[in-house]
């Protein structure tokens, strides 16, 4: 039988079944959805039943104590994770793991309340988590897993798997509060400093079988500059042009001489998100929550020359001479690009327990962009900054959907042999795009011409069984297959409005079968060994194949014959229960057939991305986690994780001076530290330490220079925070993160010190 055969039957039985009368709703959050130690008791769907991989968890007042502005800074010390942030107010911040660097964002999945954040319509930073649709005002808890060991998750979740709770109340709540801050930038002949505020309230209550939350937040942010025009240094003589001053030499990653001849990317960004979620047990069998949100952003993205000419007036475009050589300024060398985007998102989760044996979960999002523009001139400054030719890109009929339909049995309710889940899985991503010239780059209304477009689609439907087997009294076997069909279609791409330009992809489809295993041994009573294995297979995303176009100053060129990745990860943990705090030791280990990875070439301009299936890679390492607390008659706490990688591109036919490299922006090393100090009970200090070793930015490994803009730098940042309880209500903050301005980069520059305050009213 054809897997979307079983998968409508599968659907059919388990919406039924959620809908037949139970006689008790359980608790089931990450108690059973990650390990046995984490205790929270509020209901929420659940994302993964009896994970049988590491994870890592942050408790509501593990984050009220370090420098978290927006819900990603949650992540800052959780084990093996990087959060791609360059910046407050940074759309881009995308999640780096032991296994993935900061440009695979399809690699890892972020869910809240059941509900899927990741944006998996590509694999780069330009598709981050909707981060902004969770505040931190709303978090309960942050749960990470480590793996594709669970059949219950896609591939998606080699790298990382984000599970965010939000507070559910059991009386009426409220809270405000309102944040400053500021970065000390200098970098080039940029040196000035970057601010901006944020506001935040929540209200929410609960009358009788109802429970309401109403979420709302406002972010105002500057960033510093996020790109450089460059140009290599010349060395034939050819004295014309108009003589500048103003420039900045430096040494590229592959070691060139370069010039800089100003700032661009400097983003100015209001961000707004209005949220409403409603929970209702309709008895004490049944649970329904409603999720709406509205996110709106507007941005606009300048530029800023440091060329003067002898009268000393700005140059931003034409023919210059410096030291008697001559180089070109395109119109665009110094462009601009004002943003406007509404994403709506609209998920529902029913949770059923049926038996003593049986339960059923439903989720199901919807997530949609009824807006979403992007101007960019095609003249130069300073007229652009008034009027002026360009170009309006739209992207309105872009998003996805998510429905997940699971049903758990257990054999007992109190210590079940057996528990299984059985469950299906569907997904609908598309994506389109259509760029039209205008006469006025300000006016969507003056369009002249149509451009060029893309546009696409891909949709997987899955089914998946997980048994755990207590085979006996300390040892545990858990076992699960996820069968996915898969499928891409409706793909185009139309380039300059020609015959000649336009393509009609072919249909795909194909249907993928991954194995798991994990056995467990209690060997001791504080001790647990654990040996897991799984297949898992990375589907291509709707970028990746049919996204073929120019972004400022960068051409993606998309592969519509992209291979799925084909991983096969392993992993033994040591994990010992102290009274309290945790100890975990990990060895990993993970091949990847044919990975698909994204490589831009920025020796030529514009600058040249392209999609391509690397033939084998290898990941292994050993990670090191601790957190105690209890030390100083309980005025101490501590914690912090090591963990070393070795990465490698074993073999690559399209690219053979890459073989044996390693993979670009995994980092030898990462470390964290961290430790709270109780001064008073009004008053604590944290002070938090990060760490990330070698790694290299380019497949050949060719980036000589890897602490320079453009490189993918190492970095030692330390943070710092100050908690004040003024009163019953009022709490005051105040911290900063990169103390000691650590200089760093992920080819565009990470922030430097910044600061910040916070005042919290809660009620």
């Known amino acids: 039988m054809k897997l979307s055969k079983i998968s409508l039957s599968a659907c059919a039985v388990l919406a039924l079944s959620s809908l037949v009368m139970a006689q008790e709703v359980s608790d089931i959050n990450t108690t059973e959805s990650t390990m046995e130690s ?29 420098n978290v502005i927006n819900v990603e800074d949650a992540l800052k010390y959780v084990p093996s994770l990087h959060i791609r942030k360059r910046y407050i107010g940074d759309r881009n911040s995308i999640i780096s793991t032991r296994t993935s660097g900061t440009i695979q964002s399809a690699l890892s999945l972020v869910y809240a309340d059941g509900l899927l954040l990741s944006n998996l319509l590509g694999n780069s930073y330009a598709f981050p988590p909707r981060w902004a649709l969770v505040g931190t005002s709303e978090l309960e808890s942050v749960d990470v897993l480590y793996g594709p060991f669970s059949a219950l998750l896609p591939g998606n979740s080699e790298g990382a798997t984000v599970i965010m709770t939000t507070k559910r109340p059991e009386k009426f709540e409220a809270s405000a509060d309102v944040t400053a801050f500021t970065e000390d930038f200098s970098l080039f002949g940029t040196n000035e400093s970057f601010s901006g505020h944020q506001e935040q309230a929540r209200i929410a209550n609960k009358h009788g079988n109802l429970s309401w939350e109403i979420f709302a937040n406002h972010l105002d942010s500057y960033g510093h500059p996020m790109t450089f025009a460059t140009a290599a240094v010349k060395t034939a003589p050819s004295g014309v042009g108009t003589p500048v001053s103003g420039y900045h030499k430096y040494a590229a990653v592959d070691g060139t001489q370069t010039l800089v001849f100003g700032a661009t990317s400097i983003d100015h960004s209001v961000q707004d998100t209005v949220k409403t979620r409603l929970v209702y047990d309709l008895d004490q069998y049944n649970q329904v929550a409603l999720t709406a949100a509205k996110f709106y952003l507007d941005s ?83 007229t652009a900054d008034v009027i002026g030719a360009g170009s309006i890109t739209f992207g309105d009929d872009t998003g996805w959907k998510n429905l997940d339909l699971r049903a758990i049995y257990k054999s007992s309710e109190t210590k079940p042999d057996h528990t299984l889940t059985l469950g299906y899985h569907y997904d609908g991503y598309e994506m389109a795009s259509k760029k039209y010239n205008v006469s006025n780059w300000m006016d969507e209304g003056s369009i002249t011409s149509y451009n060029s477009g893309f546009l696409g689609k891909t949709q ?144 030529v301009i514009p600058n040249v991305t392209s999609q391509q299936n690397l033939d084998k890679t290898r990941i292994y390492g050993v990670e090191a986690a601790y957190g105690q607390g209890g030390f100083m008659n309980d005025l101490l706490e501590i914690g912090g994780s090591l963990t070393l990688v070795k990465s490698q591109i074993v073999s690559n036919s399209a690219m053979p001076t890459s073989q044996g490299k390693w993979i670009p922006r995994i980092p030898n090393i990462r470390l964290t530290t961290y430790g709270t100090y109780h001064i ?21 490994n060719s980036d000589v220079n890897r602490n320079v803009y453009g490189s993918s730098s190492a970095f030692s940042v330390l943070d710092a925070k100050l908690g004040y309880k003024v009163g019953k209500n009022l709490q005051a903050f105040i911290g900063v993160d990169n103390l000691t301005n650590c200089e760093y980069y992920a080819y565009h520059p990470y922030a430097q010190r910044t600061y910040s305050a916070q005042l919290k009213y809660t009620y």
């Open 38 to 66: 984490i205790s929270v008791t509020q209901k929420r769907p659940t994302v993964v039943v009896n994970n049988p991989s590491n994870n890592a968890h942050v408790s509501a007042s593990d984050i009220e104590k370090i």
């Open 300 to 382: 606009y993205s300048n530029s800023e020359t440091y060329l003067r000419d002898a009268s000393g007036n700005p140059v931003y475009s034409g023919s210059i001479n410096i030291e008697g050589h001559n180089y070109t300024l395109s119109n665009t060398t110094f462009g601009q690009t004002k943003t406007k985007t509404e994403n709506n998102l609209i998920g529902l989760t029913l949770n059923s327990k049926l038996s003593s044996q049986w339960r059923t979960e439903i989720a199901g999002s919807i997530y949609t962009t009824p807006k979403d523009i992007a101007r960019t001139p095609s003249v130069a400054k300073p």
């Open 460 to 603: 997987t439907q899955a089914l998946y069984a997980q048994d755990v087997w207590h085979v006996a009294q300390d040892w545990s076997v858990t076992a699960g297959l996820r069968a996915e069909q898969w499928k891409a279609f409706d793909g185009s791409r139309d380039v300059n409005n020609t015959t000649a330009g336009h393509n009609d992809y072919t249909d795909r489809k194909e249907t993928l079968y991954s194995p798991k295993l994990s056995i467990s041994w209690d060997f001791s009573d504080d001790w647990t060994a654990r040996f897991s294995m799984a297949k898992a297979y990375r589907m291509p995303t709707v970028g990746e194949l049919f996204q073929t176009e120019t972004r400022g100053s960068t051409i993606f060129f998309s592969e519509p014959n992209l291979k799925p990745e084909n991983i096969f990860s392993k992993e033994l943990t040591l994990e010992n229960t102290l009274e309290q705090g945790y100890a975990r030791f990990s060895f990993f280990d993970q091949e990847v057939k044919d990975m698909i990875f994204s490589q831009t070439d920025v020796s």
């Open 680 to 700: 008073s009970s009004a008053l604590d200090a944290t002070i938090g330490y990060r760490y990330s070793g070698k790694q290299y930015g380019t497949l050949d």
